[in-house]
């Protein structure tokens, strides 16, 4: 079980997004899947980091913190292309931005 405020973040996350899912795969499924898959890399890639001592589990949080922001710009362009109205997608954009964040910080205190 992990530890770690980011994960749970990270999950709720993934349940914000899939929340959104079904209005966004209305007018695109492909960007209803990169969201999806964005979303649960996120969470996946913070909770295989969190118990890798090899230097592996650093990688696994640069790849997360590439994805949550990889989460937040699909889901500006579904605000972009009218998919999502800002203040639907705006919960989701901001958690996206918080774990972010919070992977940054992570990162620089486990600095290489």
């Known amino acids: ?8 973040l990270s999950r709720q996350l993934v349940r ?10 209305e007018r695109s499924r492909d960007l209803a899947d990169q969201v999806d898959r964005s979303s ?12 890798r001592h ?3 589990g650093r990688q696994r949080f640069k790849t997360a913190y590439g994805s949550a922001r990889e989460t937040r710009a699909h889901l500006e362009m ?10 639907e997608a705006a919960a989701a954009i901001d958690l ?3 774990i972010a964040a919070s992977l940054y910080k992570l ?3 486990r600095a290489a």
């Open 1 to 8: 079980m992990s530890t770690l405020r980011v994960y749970f």
């Open 16 to 25: 914000g997004v899939h929340e959104l899912l079904p209005r966004i795969a």
């Open 40 to 51: 649960r890399s996120t969470a996946a890639n913070i909770a295989e980091g969190e118990h």
């Open 54 to 56: 090899d230097g592996n």
């Open 78 to 87: 579904a605000v972009d292309i009218g998919v999502l109205r800002e203040s």
């Open 96 to 98: 996206a931005d918080h």
């Open 107 to 109: 990162l620089r205190n």
